[in-house]
């Protein structure tokens, strides 16, 4: 799973066995309720990726103009 910031916008790639999902979002918040909603993904693994993204915005700073939240 990646999650990038590029340029205002927010570049989420999820992959398992038998199936793939990009898509691009105008906000951390838009893509992790995508995240939240792929029904191939469990509970572990979304708070996983949700806490690595909290870590490397952590050392990284925020993405330009967009604080992250966190998700429901």
Known sequence: MRILLRAGLVLLNAEGAG???SSQH???QDA???LAMLPQLGADLYACALSDLEEQLAKEGAAPDEPFWGAA
């Open 32 to 34: 992790a309720l995508e």
């Open 26 to 28: 105008a906000s951390l």
């Open 19 to 21: 199936w793939h999902h």
